[in-house]
């Protein structure tokens, strides 16, 4: 038997797990903890690609599930958009823009601003002048921002995952932004098990979601038990007659004279006669 041949006792079904995608800047570590603690018997594995590379590899069935920035290629993708980041512009700490909180895109007319070829945001036109050539990553770009060459605009995110002691970014106000996303293969509109899983989980639904294999069976109502028909009489009865007095006397029947005004009477005393 050759390594490539199947072994004949070898289980016909793999045991389940999860891949989850992630693009730069977006940090999953949260939801991974959930995942673990809810469903320890399914491994999730991390795979950090690129935002080109996400999509691909959704509809390759590389990965169960991907974090993305919006605007993708929908096509055969599914995308619950989750939140949208800030837009800054990464620049030297000595530079003009770092004396103030925030910019606008005008405010960097002067600028040579770099446009990475792995750049999400969606823009209609580039704010400033264009620089001779397109960085090939964000990375890059960064690394020319450092040296004085020009300026980034980026997702917040990006900025802190780039981040380096001689650089600073500032809030532009009017820039595009980017959504960060969780997209997934559509299979006739509905998302597999651990697909939906993962979505609870994102969305913040309790363990005790009725969504999800991982949500536990509601407990069952107790049944309360209906009294001995016997019982309940005999009980009834003994209360109407062995209970006490309203006005404090141990039982008796009901409109007996008080104690004072029969002792008179044993006495041979005369009983008042009402006039």
């Given amino acids: 038997m050759t390594g490539s041949e199947a072994s004949p006792t070898a289980s016909p079904t793999a045991s389940p ?23 320890p018997d399914v491994p999730l594995t991390l795979l950090q690609v690129s935002a080109a590379e996400a999509p691909d590899l959704l509809r390759g069935s590389d990965a169960d599930a991907a974090f993305v920035r919006l605007p993708i290629d929908r096509t055969g993708l599914a995308a619950i958009p989750l939140y949208t980041e800030t837009t800054v512009v990464v620049v030297p700490k000595d530079h003009l ?45 960064i690394e020319l921002v450092a040296a004085g060459i020009g300026v980034l605009l980026v997702p917040q995110s990006l900025a802190r995952l780039h981040h380096r002691k001689d650089l600073t970014y500032r809030t532009v106000t009017d820039a595009p932004q980017s959504r960060v996303a969780l997209s997934f293969l559509e299979l006739d509109g509905e ?11 994102v969305r913040g639904r309790t363990v005790n979601s009725t969504r999800g294999r991982g949500a536990p069976t509601p407990p069952q109502p107790k049944q309360r038990k209906r009294p001995d ?27 007996a004279p008080k104690g004072g005004k029969s002792s008179k009477i044993a006495k041979g005393g005369k009983p008042r006669r009402r006039p």
């Fill in 97 to 141: 823009v770092a004396a103030v909180e925030e910019v606008s895109t005008g405010d960097l007319a002067d600028e040579i601003v770099l446009h990475p070829l792995d750049d999400t945001l969606d823009w209609e036109g580039l704010p400033g002048r264009p620089a001779l050539e397109r960085p090939a990553t964000t990375a890059d770009a």
């Fill in 191 to 201: 998302p597999t098990d651990l697909v939906e899983e993962f979505i609870g989980i």
């Fill in 17 to 39: 797990s999860f891949r989850l995608a992630y693009v730069p800047g977006v940090t999953p570590g949260k939801w991974v903890r959930i995942w673990k603690e809810r469903l």
């Fill in 229 to 255: 028909a016997a019982g309940a009489g005999r009980g009834s009865a003994a209360g109407k007659s062995g209970g006490k007095n309203p006005r404090g006397g141990s039982g008796g029947a009901k409109g």
